[in-house]
């Protein structure tokens, strides 16, 4: 089974809904990315560069602990949170600044919501040697003044936006737009697998290493492939680049995890999977939180990197052809997920990851026994310390005060 | 192609002039003073009206859209409520003018894009402008449009490569909206000076009307364009005056530009 159903296309979704400005641009990089694909030096460099400098193959690690008490299925942990600058964005920005290199492009602009795909732009930036602009809303700028310092200090230029709700939909409206205005040297490293054909394609096999790396594991350490993997879903880069390499083995179950924010009644959420209706958003047709009159509404995460009303195209048709699963985990379930899995496994997960591991007890459960359960940890917790420990801590556990 | 949108522009080009397609947003500041808007452009001289539609996330618009994109969804404009309440009203004031849609494509799809169309020709709507819907993904949306004889009006832009200008141009309805910059809209102190060649390009091609748009402003940006396109588009700058200066403002410049346009 592939997803692919015409050029650009995923099903019903993806395409390329842009000013015609842009199209030359993606229709040179579209060839680009064909060229650089039947390039083996290209690849090679990929690899060598996320070897040597990201530290890939990042581990599986197996939750003992977790396992025990959860009390069904196997868990493992596939750990992003290991890779350099702490997340899985980093995978995709080395690709596509490689890209731009091979292209001739002098500048390199990105939008980011928690900051993470920021940071990991600006790396890849400081890494070879091209200037970088990051459009991030000025709330999440506030939300996220860790990452800020990061990006600055590697010498990226962070821009707020203040148009909008001032998060990751109105950073990527600026992006575009400044994009638009700058087309002919600069590059948009775009960090979801959302946004016009080619990216939803570009990033996906690029953030493909995951699933690729997943497979080889399982293979060697438990002789076969998983049962499930499950990832939690904003745009969808971390989930798409986990579960791809599996779309063909049906017996593999795929689960997306969105965000549902302070429930899906509340009509506060990121759930766009589950209550999207078809749209488009900043480039490609999926599936979109939007009112009856088409106007794109506010999501609401307690993690900013799931805050976004859209999802990338090739996930909402995978959701829509029922081949991967989707389910939810509101902020509070998302919190109490984060301190089980720091005292239960000695790992401080990223929000976005932990609202993954908050639905991955029901899953591990129901699965059962001698069943073998993937989680995609896309990333490590530092950068939301502020927001969780605001809430107060919860006191230590098995130590008399 | 139109017949209304034939004869405003063959009306204007009969007058010696170029033709000028003025923007402004529906439900700026509100929906029936938006309508005075509207009116007033057509009293300075505006040949055809292109009645912004608002998007929560107007990705080809410059700063100057974008806010009164806000004050018009604020104000409660949604597609449906402009083509029942602002399209009625100023084509009852201004019964000769061509009215045209500019939004888009997801504003368009919410409602249908077959129930867009037909509500658009009762309207009174001849034409639409989807700046996020290049030809690639339009076929669809053309052939419903096509189905109710309302134009989709293609646009082209500076880093649109001359074949690709001249297939859009051939194949166009309405008229040819020429990007003048590659950017978004909004005011800018000058235009490229390729403009006037690719003009030259997409009008060769054209069996309807050229028309020139983005970052034209007065009398000034606009001069130099008539003798190479059969209009200009005025946006940023309209919105701009009705928005700090009411509907007479919009009107005072609407007939500084064209005094701009006579060839």
Known sequence: MTTDTAVGRFGRYGGRYVPETLVPALLELEEAYAK????ASFGEEVTRVLREYVGRPTTLTPAHRLTEAWGGAQVWLKREDLA????????????????????????IIAETGAGQHGVATATACALF???????????????????VFRMRALGAVVRPVESGSRTLKDAMNEAMRVWVSQVQDTYYVIGSAAGPHPYPTIVRDFQSVIGREIRAQTLATIGRLPDAIIACVGGGSNAIGALHPFIPDTAVRLVGVEAAGHGLESGQ??????????????????????????????AHSISAGLDYPGVGPELAHLA??????????????????????ARTEGILPALETSHAFAAARSLARDMGKG??????????????????????????????? | MSAELDKAFARAKARGEGALVAYAMAGDPDLPRSVDVFAAMVEGGADVLEIGVAFSDPIADGPVIQAAS????????????VLDEVVPE????????????????????????????????????????????????????????????????????????????????????GFVYCVSVAGVTGMRAELPPDLSQRLDLVKRAASVPVVAGFGISNAETARPLVAHADGVVVGSALVKAAHADGPAAAKQLCADIKRGLKR
């Open chain 1, 36 to 39: 650089a694909q039947k390039d």
């Open chain 1, 84 to 107: 350099h600058t702490g997340a899985h964005k980093i995978n995709n920005t080395v690709g596509q600044v490689l890209l731009a290199r091979r292209m001739g492009k002098k500048r």
């Open chain 1, 129 to 147: 040697g091209l200037p970088c602009e990051v459009f991030m809303g000025a709330l999440d700028v506030e939300r996220q003044a860790l990452n």
């Open chain 1, 269 to 298: 959420h990121g759930a766009s999977l589950t209550l999207g209706t078809e749209g488009v958003l900043h480039g490609s047709r999926s599936l979109v939180l939007q009112d009856e009159h088409g106007q794109i509404q506010e």
């Open chain 1, 320 to 341: 829509k052809t029922g081949r991967m699963e989707v389910r939810t985990a509101t902020d509070d379930d998302a919190l109490a997920a984060f301190y089980e899995v």
């Open chain 1, 371 to 401: 069943k073998h359960l993937v989680i995609n940890c896309s990333g490590r917790g530092d950068k939301d310390v502020a927001t969780i420990s605001a809430r107060g801590v919860p006191p230590a556990t098995g130590v008399k005060s």
């Open chain 2, 70 to 81: 806000e004050r018009a969804l604020k104000a409660g404009a949604t597609l449906r409520r």
């Open chain 2, 90 to 173: 100023v084509r009852r004031r201004c019964p000769e003018t061509p009215l045209v849609i500019m939004t888009y494509v997801n504003v368009v799809m919410a409602m249908g894009e077959e129930r867009y169309a037909k509500l658009a020709r009762e309207r009174g709507i001849v034409g639409t402008i989807l700046p996020d819907l290049p030809p690639e993904e339009s076929a669809g949306i053309r052939a419903a449009f096509d189905k109710e004889g309302v134009d989709l009006v293609p646009l082209c832009a500076p880093t649109t490569p001359p074949a690709r200008a001249e297939a859009i141009a051939r194949d166009a309805r």
